[in-house]
């Protein structure tokens, strides 16, 4: 089992920036991919970014390419999403995931293990 809480969400305006960061607890964290997924109000969950056990392998959506950068310290037990230049379509519930798989995965079916989300929105 693995227990993930998010925390950082928050209200912005349209090009600032807002940091995410997910706690896992229960299996170790090293043993898991983790990922972002966001969902807006009446849209399908959607795969944001991925990264690998090791930190060194990660994937982006293409909508967030270039602007989001996922991070995690294993020591610390945590995974983050540093989010620049936000638009108000970023604006969703924002979920981290754990996959207990080695593979990188950005389908939402794959992963494990879901936090409660954490609401960001971006003002135009």
């Known amino acids: 089992q693995v227990q993930l809480v998010e925390s950082g969400g928050g209200l912005v305006q349209a090009g600032d920036s807002l940091r995410l960061s997910c706690a896992a607890s229960?299996?170790?964290?090293?043993?898991?991919?983790m990922g972002w997924f966001r969902q807006a109000p009446g849209k399908e969950r959607e795969f944001v970014a991925a990264?690998?056990?090791?930190?060194?392998?990660?994937v982006y959506a293409d909508s967030v390419k270039g602007r989001f950068t996922i991070s995690r310290d294993n020591a610390k037990n945590t995974v983050d999403l540093q989010m620049n230049s936000l638009k108000p379509e970023d604006t969703a519930v924002y979920y981290c995931a754990a996959d207990r798989s080695v593979l990188v995965h950005a389908t939402y079916q794959n992963y494990d293990y879901w936090g409660q989300g954490t609401q960001v929105t971006v003002s135009s």
């Open positions: 229960g299996r170790t964290f090293s043993s898991v991919t």
């Open positions: 990264i690998s056990r090791s930190g060194v392998n990660v």
